[in-house]
Protein backbone atom coordinates (compact mmCIF):
# COMPACT_ATOMS: atom_id res chain seq x y z
CA UNK A 1 0.00 0.00 0.00
CA UNK A 2 3.00 2.40 0.99
CA UNK A 3 4.56 1.35 -2.36
CA UNK A 4 1.34 2.50 -4.19
CA UNK A 5 0.92 5.69 -2.89
CA UNK A 6 4.79 6.86 -3.53
CA UNK A 7 4.67 6.03 -6.93
CA UNK A 8 1.33 7.61 -7.54
CA UNK A 9 3.16 10.90 -6.28
CA UNK A 10 5.81 10.16 -8.91
CA UNK A 11 3.05 10.19 -11.38
CA UNK A 12 1.79 13.21 -10.10
CA UNK A 13 5.29 15.32 -10.36
CA UNK A 14 5.50 13.73 -13.71
CA UNK A 15 2.39 15.05 -15.10
CA UNK A 16 3.65 18.65 -13.28
CA UNK A 17 7.18 18.59 -14.62
CA UNK A 18 6.12 17.55 -18.32
CA UNK A 19 3.92 20.53 -18.49
CA UNK A 20 6.42 22.74 -16.94
CA UNK A 21 9.30 22.18 -19.19
CA UNK A 22 6.65 22.73 -22.23
CA UNK A 23 6.21 25.88 -20.68
CA UNK A 24 2.71 25.57 -19.24
CA UNK A 25 2.67 25.85 -15.15
CA UNK A 26 -0.16 23.06 -14.32
CA UNK A 27 0.25 22.31 -10.78
CA UNK A 28 -2.54 20.03 -8.92
CA UNK A 29 -3.26 22.45 -6.34
CA UNK A 30 -1.37 21.92 -3.24
CA UNK A 31 -4.81 21.81 -0.38
CA UNK A 32 -6.03 19.01 -3.14
CA UNK A 33 -5.86 15.21 -1.70
CA UNK A 34 -5.12 13.38 -5.26
CA UNK A 35 -3.98 10.40 -3.32
CA UNK A 36 -5.84 7.06 -4.96
CA UNK A 37 -7.39 4.82 -2.23
CA UNK A 38 -5.88 2.14 -4.12
CA UNK A 39 -3.14 1.66 -6.36
CA UNK A 40 -2.67 -1.36 -8.37
CA UNK A 41 0.98 -1.54 -10.11
CA UNK A 42 1.31 -3.64 -13.09
CA UNK A 43 4.56 -5.47 -12.05
CA UNK A 44 2.59 -6.46 -8.63
CA UNK A 45 -0.32 -8.45 -10.60
CA UNK A 46 0.96 -12.02 -9.85
CA UNK A 47 -0.84 -14.54 -11.61
CA UNK A 48 -1.91 -12.15 -14.41
CA UNK A 49 -3.45 -14.05 -17.83
CA UNK A 50 -2.67 -12.85 -21.12
CA UNK A 51 -4.13 -13.38 -24.22
CA UNK A 52 -1.73 -12.67 -27.50
CA UNK A 53 -2.18 -13.35 -30.83
CA UNK A 54 -0.52 -12.08 -33.85
CA UNK A 55 -3.34 -9.72 -34.89
CA UNK A 56 -3.35 -5.47 -34.00
CA UNK A 57 -5.88 -2.83 -32.51
CA UNK A 58 -8.18 -4.57 -30.46
CA UNK A 59 -11.40 -2.61 -30.29
CA UNK A 60 -14.24 -3.95 -29.04
CA UNK A 61 -14.96 -6.60 -25.52
CA UNK A 62 -18.34 -8.31 -24.70
CA UNK A 63 -17.80 -10.39 -21.51
CA UNK A 64 -20.68 -12.72 -20.71
CA UNK A 65 -20.32 -13.81 -16.70
CA UNK A 66 -22.94 -16.19 -17.14
CA UNK A 67 -23.23 -19.65 -18.55
CA UNK A 68 -19.80 -20.58 -20.39
CA UNK A 69 -18.11 -17.52 -18.98
CA UNK A 70 -16.70 -16.16 -22.18
CA UNK A 71 -14.92 -12.89 -23.33
CA UNK A 72 -15.31 -11.70 -26.42
CA UNK A 73 -13.08 -9.72 -28.42
CA UNK A 74 -13.15 -7.66 -31.47
CA UNK A 75 -10.11 -6.43 -33.08
CA UNK A 76 -8.52 -5.24 -36.66
CA UNK A 77 -9.98 -8.22 -38.96
CA UNK A 78 -10.89 -10.80 -36.15
CA UNK A 79 -12.78 -11.81 -33.16
CA UNK A 80 -11.96 -13.68 -30.65
CA UNK A 81 -13.89 -15.87 -27.91
CA UNK A 82 -11.78 -16.73 -24.67
CA UNK A 83 -12.62 -18.30 -21.36
CA UNK A 84 -12.96 -15.77 -19.46
CA UNK A 85 -12.29 -17.64 -16.21
CA UNK A 86 -8.63 -18.35 -17.92
CA UNK A 87 -8.15 -16.34 -21.51
CA UNK A 88 -4.47 -17.70 -21.34
CA UNK A 89 -5.57 -21.52 -22.42
CA UNK A 90 -4.83 -22.85 -25.63
CA UNK A 91 -8.76 -22.85 -26.68
CA UNK A 92 -9.92 -19.60 -27.96
CA UNK A 93 -11.90 -19.57 -30.90
CA UNK A 94 -11.35 -17.28 -33.84
CA UNK A 95 -13.40 -15.36 -36.68
CA UNK A 96 -11.53 -13.70 -39.13
CA UNK A 97 -13.45 -11.03 -41.09
CA UNK A 98 -10.86 -8.71 -43.14
CA UNK A 99 -11.82 -6.94 -46.16
CA UNK A 100 -10.41 -8.31 -50.03
CA UNK A 101 -7.68 -6.86 -51.34
CA UNK A 102 -9.86 -5.47 -54.12
CA UNK A 103 -12.37 -3.36 -51.20
CA UNK A 104 -8.76 -2.44 -49.55
CA UNK A 105 -7.76 -1.07 -53.18
CA UNK A 106 -11.03 0.91 -53.22
CA UNK A 107 -10.70 2.06 -49.98
CA UNK A 108 -7.11 3.72 -51.11
CA UNK A 109 -8.24 5.24 -54.15
CA UNK A 110 -10.99 6.98 -51.79
CA UNK A 111 -7.70 8.56 -50.32
CA UNK A 112 -7.69 6.79 -47.15
CA UNK A 113 -4.66 5.38 -45.02
CA UNK A 114 -3.81 1.92 -46.10
CA UNK A 115 -1.82 1.70 -43.21
CA UNK A 116 -4.68 2.25 -40.74
CA UNK A 117 -7.76 2.57 -42.23
CA UNK A 118 -8.19 0.48 -44.87
CA UNK A 119 -8.97 -2.49 -42.51
CA UNK A 120 -11.85 -3.87 -40.76
CA UNK A 121 -11.60 -2.61 -37.50
CA UNK A 122 -14.76 -4.36 -35.10
CA UNK A 123 -16.54 -1.91 -33.61
CA UNK A 124 -19.59 -3.01 -32.64
CA UNK A 125 -19.93 -6.55 -30.35
CA UNK A 126 -22.81 -7.63 -28.80
CA UNK A 127 -25.79 -10.15 -27.84
CA UNK A 128 -28.35 -9.81 -30.26
CA UNK A 129 -30.29 -13.11 -28.79
CA UNK A 130 -29.86 -16.38 -26.64
CA UNK A 131 -28.45 -17.83 -29.62
CA UNK A 132 -26.55 -14.95 -31.80
CA UNK A 133 -23.90 -11.78 -31.10
CA UNK A 134 -24.08 -9.15 -33.66
CA UNK A 135 -21.39 -7.34 -34.92
CA UNK A 136 -20.03 -4.70 -37.21
CA UNK A 137 -16.81 -3.30 -38.73
CA UNK A 138 -15.45 -0.65 -40.76
CA UNK A 139 -14.20 -3.06 -43.31
CA UNK A 140 -11.84 -0.71 -45.19
CA UNK A 141 -14.21 2.47 -45.39
CA UNK A 142 -17.29 0.81 -46.22
CA UNK A 143 -18.81 -0.82 -43.06
CA UNK A 144 -20.71 -3.97 -42.67
CA UNK A 145 -22.74 -5.86 -39.83
CA UNK A 146 -22.58 -9.91 -39.21
CA UNK A 147 -24.13 -12.17 -36.49
CA UNK A 148 -22.52 -14.81 -35.14
CA UNK A 149 -23.69 -18.18 -33.78
CA UNK A 150 -22.21 -18.01 -30.44
CA UNK A 151 -22.59 -21.69 -29.87
CA UNK A 152 -20.27 -22.66 -33.36
CA UNK A 153 -18.55 -19.02 -32.98
CA UNK A 154 -19.05 -18.87 -36.70
CA UNK A 155 -20.20 -15.90 -39.01
CA UNK A 156 -23.15 -15.75 -41.03
CA UNK A 157 -25.32 -13.10 -43.16
CA UNK A 158 -23.03 -10.28 -43.35
CA UNK A 159 -25.37 -7.48 -44.31
CA UNK A 160 -24.49 -3.33 -45.18
CA UNK A 161 -23.23 -1.47 -42.21
CA UNK A 162 -23.34 2.10 -43.27
CA UNK A 163 -26.35 2.95 -41.16
CA UNK A 164 -25.05 1.33 -38.20
CA UNK A 165 -21.13 1.86 -38.41
CA UNK A 166 -18.71 4.62 -38.37
CA UNK A 167 -16.26 4.29 -40.82
CA UNK A 168 -13.19 4.51 -39.86
CA UNK A 169 -11.43 3.46 -36.53
CA UNK A 170 -11.44 6.66 -34.55
CA UNK A 171 -14.80 8.06 -35.52
CA UNK A 172 -16.62 8.44 -32.48
CA UNK A 173 -18.99 6.13 -31.64
CA UNK A 174 -21.15 3.74 -29.05
CA UNK A 175 -24.34 1.60 -29.88
CA UNK A 176 -26.64 -0.72 -28.24
CA UNK A 177 -28.80 -3.54 -28.86
CA UNK A 178 -31.94 -3.50 -26.63
CA UNK A 179 -34.47 -6.01 -27.12
CA UNK A 180 -33.14 -6.85 -30.22
CA UNK A 181 -33.23 -3.00 -31.46
CA UNK A 182 -30.27 -1.42 -32.22
CA UNK A 183 -29.08 2.25 -31.10
CA UNK A 184 -26.13 4.01 -32.93
CA UNK A 185 -24.84 7.52 -32.30
CA UNK A 186 -22.19 8.55 -34.38
CA UNK A 187 -20.38 11.03 -37.42
CA UNK A 188 -21.31 8.08 -39.71
CA UNK A 189 -19.31 9.54 -43.17
CA UNK A 190 -16.88 12.73 -43.07
CA UNK A 191 -19.88 14.84 -44.36
CA UNK A 192 -22.98 13.87 -42.16
CA UNK A 193 -24.14 15.54 -39.18
CA UNK A 194 -23.61 13.15 -36.19
CA UNK A 195 -26.65 11.84 -34.89
CA UNK A 196 -28.21 9.43 -32.62
CA UNK A 197 -30.80 7.00 -34.13
CA UNK A 198 -32.71 3.77 -33.96
CA UNK A 199 -32.11 1.29 -36.73
CA UNK A 200 -35.28 -0.71 -36.36
CA UNK A 201 -37.95 -1.90 -36.56
CA UNK A 202 -38.73 0.79 -39.75
CA UNK A 203 -38.93 3.89 -39.64
CA UNK A 204 -35.68 4.99 -38.34
CA UNK A 205 -35.75 7.99 -35.64
CA UNK A 206 -33.37 10.12 -35.71
CA UNK A 207 -32.13 13.43 -34.07
CA UNK A 208 -32.88 16.29 -35.91
CA UNK A 209 -30.25 18.13 -38.02
CA UNK A 210 -32.20 21.55 -40.08
CA UNK A 211 -34.17 23.18 -39.21
CA UNK A 212 -32.59 23.28 -35.38
CA UNK A 213 -29.52 21.19 -35.04
CA UNK A 214 -29.74 19.20 -31.83
CA UNK A 215 -25.87 17.92 -32.09
CA UNK A 216 -23.10 20.07 -32.28
CA UNK A 217 -19.46 18.34 -34.07
CA UNK A 218 -20.63 15.52 -31.14
CA UNK A 219 -18.09 13.01 -30.25
CA UNK A 220 -19.30 9.82 -28.83
CA UNK A 221 -18.13 7.88 -26.33
CA UNK A 222 -20.58 5.74 -24.45
CA UNK A 223 -24.73 4.97 -24.27
CA UNK A 224 -26.64 2.66 -21.58
CA UNK A 225 -30.22 1.53 -21.17
CA UNK A 226 -31.84 2.26 -18.06
CA UNK A 227 -34.89 0.48 -17.45
CA UNK A 228 -36.60 3.25 -15.16
CA UNK A 229 -40.14 1.87 -15.53
CA UNK A 230 -38.80 -0.77 -12.98
CA UNK A 231 -38.41 1.83 -10.53
CA UNK A 232 -41.39 2.17 -8.33
CA UNK A 233 -41.10 5.68 -8.04
CA UNK A 234 -41.52 5.94 -11.87
CA UNK A 235 -44.39 9.28 -12.24
CA UNK A 236 -46.80 8.42 -15.43
CA UNK A 237 -46.05 8.09 -18.75
CA UNK A 238 -42.25 7.02 -17.28
CA UNK A 239 -40.46 4.86 -19.58
CA UNK A 240 -37.13 3.24 -20.11
CA UNK A 241 -34.44 5.24 -21.26
CA UNK A 242 -31.38 5.16 -23.81
CA UNK A 243 -28.57 7.66 -21.96
CA UNK A 244 -25.82 8.82 -24.57
CA UNK A 245 -22.65 10.55 -23.19
CA UNK A 246 -20.49 12.73 -25.76
CA UNK A 247 -18.61 15.85 -26.13
CA UNK A 248 -20.07 18.46 -28.82
CA UNK A 249 -19.18 21.79 -29.76
CA UNK A 250 -21.50 24.70 -27.44
CA UNK A 251 -23.81 26.71 -29.05
CA UNK A 252 -25.14 28.07 -25.63
CA UNK A 253 -24.60 31.58 -24.31
CA UNK A 254 -24.74 32.05 -21.13
CA UNK A 255 -22.95 33.55 -17.81
CA UNK A 256 -20.07 31.60 -18.09
CA UNK A 257 -19.59 29.30 -20.82
CA UNK A 258 -17.41 30.55 -23.73
CA UNK A 259 -18.14 28.72 -27.36
CA UNK A 260 -15.84 25.97 -26.64
CA UNK A 261 -16.20 22.09 -26.62
CA UNK A 262 -18.87 20.77 -23.66
CA UNK A 263 -19.42 17.47 -22.03
CA UNK A 264 -23.02 15.94 -22.05
CA UNK A 265 -25.56 13.41 -21.30
CA UNK A 266 -28.38 13.33 -23.62
CA UNK A 267 -31.48 10.91 -23.63
CA UNK A 268 -34.46 9.57 -25.38
CA UNK A 269 -37.16 7.18 -24.54
CA UNK A 270 -37.26 3.75 -25.33
CA UNK A 271 -40.71 3.76 -26.47
CA UNK A 272 -40.32 6.50 -28.38
CA UNK A 273 -42.43 6.26 -31.99
CA UNK A 274 -41.72 9.43 -33.43
CA UNK A 275 -43.83 12.51 -33.98
CA UNK A 276 -47.31 11.89 -36.24
CA UNK A 277 -47.03 15.71 -37.49
CA UNK A 278 -44.03 17.61 -36.99
CA UNK A 279 -41.36 15.68 -35.77
CA UNK A 280 -41.74 12.50 -37.89
CA UNK A 281 -38.96 9.94 -37.63
CA UNK A 282 -37.57 12.32 -35.25
CA UNK A 283 -37.06 11.58 -31.22
CA UNK A 284 -40.11 13.31 -29.64
CA UNK A 285 -38.33 12.75 -26.36
CA UNK A 286 -34.54 14.03 -26.82
CA UNK A 287 -33.01 15.93 -24.26
CA UNK A 288 -29.68 17.01 -23.06
CA UNK A 289 -27.68 18.59 -20.81
CA UNK A 290 -24.44 19.83 -19.52
CA UNK A 291 -22.12 17.70 -17.36
CA UNK A 292 -19.52 19.72 -15.65
CA UNK A 293 -16.82 18.37 -14.28
CA UNK A 294 -14.60 21.08 -12.52
CA UNK A 295 -12.86 22.72 -9.84
CA UNK A 296 -14.25 26.01 -10.15
CA UNK A 297 -11.82 27.23 -6.93
CA UNK A 298 -8.95 26.96 -9.66
CA UNK A 299 -10.84 27.44 -12.45
CA UNK A 300 -10.17 23.88 -13.83
CA UNK A 301 -12.66 22.79 -16.15
CA UNK A 302 -12.73 19.27 -17.67
CA UNK A 303 -14.85 19.70 -20.88
CA UNK A 304 -14.01 16.85 -22.70
CA UNK A 305 -15.51 13.74 -22.18
CA UNK A 306 -13.02 10.72 -23.13
CA UNK A 307 -14.99 7.77 -21.80
CA UNK A 308 -17.92 6.70 -19.25
CA UNK A 309 -18.43 3.91 -16.76
CA UNK A 310 -22.00 3.14 -15.87
CA UNK A 311 -22.44 0.53 -12.72
CA UNK A 312 -25.67 -0.34 -12.04
CA UNK A 313 -27.12 -0.10 -8.79
CA UNK A 314 -29.65 -2.24 -6.85
CA UNK A 315 -32.24 -0.79 -8.37
CA UNK A 316 -32.69 1.49 -11.88
CA UNK A 317 -32.91 4.39 -9.26
CA UNK A 318 -29.24 3.92 -8.48
CA UNK A 319 -27.64 3.90 -11.40
CA UNK A 320 -24.31 5.98 -11.29
CA UNK A 321 -22.07 7.24 -14.08
CA UNK A 322 -18.23 7.92 -13.70
CA UNK A 323 -16.93 9.96 -16.09
CA UNK A 324 -13.26 10.17 -17.24
CA UNK A 325 -12.45 14.28 -18.18
CA UNK A 326 -10.02 16.02 -20.02
CA UNK A 327 -8.97 19.48 -20.34
CA UNK A 328 -9.79 20.94 -23.90
CA UNK A 329 -6.76 22.49 -24.20
CA UNK A 330 -3.95 20.10 -26.55
CA UNK A 331 -0.99 21.17 -24.35
CA UNK A 332 -1.86 20.07 -20.80
CA UNK A 333 -2.34 16.34 -20.18
CA UNK A 334 -4.47 16.73 -17.16
CA UNK A 335 -7.82 14.71 -16.20
CA UNK A 336 -10.64 14.16 -13.78
CA UNK A 337 -12.79 11.46 -12.94
CA UNK A 338 -16.05 13.06 -11.66
CA UNK A 339 -19.19 11.06 -10.79
CA UNK A 340 -23.02 11.33 -11.29
CA UNK A 341 -26.41 9.62 -9.81
CA UNK A 342 -29.08 9.00 -11.94
CA UNK A 343 -31.04 11.99 -9.86
CA UNK A 344 -28.69 14.11 -10.83
CA UNK A 345 -29.27 13.63 -14.58
CA UNK A 346 -32.71 13.63 -13.83
CA UNK A 347 -33.26 16.69 -11.74
CA UNK A 348 -31.19 18.64 -14.92
CA UNK A 349 -33.80 17.38 -17.08
CA UNK A 350 -36.23 18.30 -14.65
CA UNK A 351 -34.61 22.10 -14.84
CA UNK A 352 -35.18 25.26 -16.55
CA UNK A 353 -34.12 24.26 -20.77
CA UNK A 354 -33.11 26.87 -23.32
CA UNK A 355 -34.37 27.74 -26.38
CA UNK A 356 -32.94 28.28 -30.32
CA UNK A 357 -33.14 32.02 -30.92
CA UNK A 358 -31.91 33.33 -33.93
CA UNK A 359 -29.46 30.38 -34.10
CA UNK A 360 -28.23 30.50 -30.08
CA UNK A 361 -29.46 29.38 -27.74
CA UNK A 362 -30.97 31.33 -24.60
CA UNK A 363 -32.14 30.40 -21.49
CA UNK A 364 -36.36 29.90 -21.67
CA UNK A 365 -38.24 32.09 -19.34
CA UNK A 366 -41.67 32.06 -20.44
CA UNK A 367 -44.08 29.21 -19.19
CA UNK A 368 -43.16 25.45 -19.08
CA UNK A 369 -45.51 23.84 -21.16
CA UNK A 370 -47.94 21.17 -18.97
CA UNK A 371 -46.34 18.41 -21.09
CA UNK A 372 -42.92 19.02 -20.61
CA UNK A 373 -40.29 18.89 -23.02
CA UNK A 374 -38.64 15.23 -23.69
CA UNK A 375 -41.95 13.75 -22.74
CA UNK A 376 -43.55 14.81 -26.17
CA UNK A 377 -41.99 17.01 -28.10
CA UNK A 378 -38.77 19.09 -28.36
CA UNK A 379 -37.63 22.10 -29.41
CA UNK A 380 -35.73 23.27 -26.07
CA UNK A 381 -32.70 21.74 -24.13
CA UNK A 382 -32.14 21.27 -20.80
CA UNK A 383 -29.53 23.60 -19.20
CA UNK A 384 -29.54 22.92 -15.98
CA UNK A 385 -26.01 22.53 -14.98
CA UNK A 386 -25.69 19.64 -12.46
CA UNK A 387 -25.38 20.79 -8.93
CA UNK A 388 -23.58 18.11 -7.36
CA UNK A 389 -20.64 16.56 -8.48
CA UNK A 390 -17.92 14.78 -6.58
CA UNK A 391 -14.63 15.19 -8.11
CA UNK A 392 -12.22 11.57 -6.95
CA UNK A 393 -9.05 12.87 -7.89
CA UNK A 394 -6.72 13.44 -11.33
CA UNK A 395 -3.93 12.24 -12.71
CA UNK A 396 -1.81 12.57 -16.09
CA UNK A 397 -3.68 10.24 -18.98
CA UNK A 398 -0.75 8.28 -21.60
C1 LIG B 1 -3.41 -0.12 -34.80
O1 LIG B 1 -2.21 -0.65 -34.28
C2 LIG B 1 -1.05 -0.13 -34.90
C3 LIG B 1 0.15 -0.92 -34.38
O2 LIG B 1 0.07 -1.05 -33.00
C4 LIG B 1 -0.97 1.36 -34.61
O3 LIG B 1 0.17 1.91 -35.23
C5 LIG B 1 -2.21 2.05 -35.17
O4 LIG B 1 -2.22 3.41 -34.80
C6 LIG B 1 -3.47 1.38 -34.59
N1 LIG B 1 -4.62 1.93 -35.28
C7 LIG B 1 -5.71 2.31 -34.64
C8 LIG B 1 -6.81 2.81 -35.47
O5 LIG B 1 -5.82 2.25 -33.43
C1 LIG C 1 -0.05 1.52 -49.34
O1 LIG C 1 -0.15 2.08 -50.63
C2 LIG C 1 1.08 2.47 -51.20
C3 LIG C 1 0.79 3.11 -52.55
O2 LIG C 1 0.04 4.26 -52.39
C4 LIG C 1 2.00 1.27 -51.36
O3 LIG C 1 3.26 1.69 -51.83
C5 LIG C 1 2.18 0.61 -50.00
O4 LIG C 1 2.90 -0.60 -50.14
C6 LIG C 1 0.81 0.29 -49.38
N1 LIG C 1 1.00 -0.23 -48.03
C7 LIG C 1 0.34 -1.27 -47.56
C8 LIG C 1 0.61 -1.62 -46.13
O5 LIG C 1 -0.47 -1.89 -48.21
C1 LIG D 1 -31.44 -15.14 -33.15
O1 LIG D 1 -31.27 -14.33 -34.30
C2 LIG D 1 -30.73 -15.01 -35.42
C3 LIG D 1 -30.49 -13.97 -36.50
O2 LIG D 1 -31.66 -13.28 -36.82
C4 LIG D 1 -31.68 -16.12 -35.86
O3 LIG D 1 -31.14 -16.81 -36.95
C5 LIG D 1 -31.90 -17.06 -34.69
O4 LIG D 1 -32.85 -18.05 -35.05
C6 LIG D 1 -32.39 -16.29 -33.48
N1 LIG D 1 -32.44 -17.19 -32.35
C7 LIG D 1 -33.54 -17.33 -31.61
C8 LIG D 1 -33.44 -18.28 -30.44
O5 LIG D 1 -34.57 -16.72 -31.84
Not at 44 to 70: I, P
Not at 188 to 200: A, H, K, L, Q, V
Not at 252 to 274: L, P, Y
Not at 311 to 319: E, I, V
Request: hydrophobic share 35%.
Amino acid sequence: MKAGRSSSLRLLLLACCACGAAGYPFRPPPDLDVTPRVTVLSSSLHGCRRFRSSVVNYSAMLLEAEGEQRLYVGARGAVFALDASDISTASALTIEWEASPEQKRQCLLKGKDNKTECFNHIRFLQRFNSTHLYMCGTHAFSPMCAYIDAERFVMSSPEEGRDKCPYGPKTGYTGIIVDQEMYTASQYEFRSFPDIRRNSPSPTLKTEDAPTRWLNEASFVGSALVRESLSSSSSAGDDDKIYYFFTEGSLEQTGTSTHGRVARVARICKGDRGGRLTLQKRWTSFLKARMTCSLPEYDFHFNELRSVFVMAGDTPRDTLFYGVFGLGWKNIKASALCRFSLSDVQEAFQGPYMENQDSNWKEYTGKIPDLRPGTVSVHSLTHALFASFKYVGHEKLS
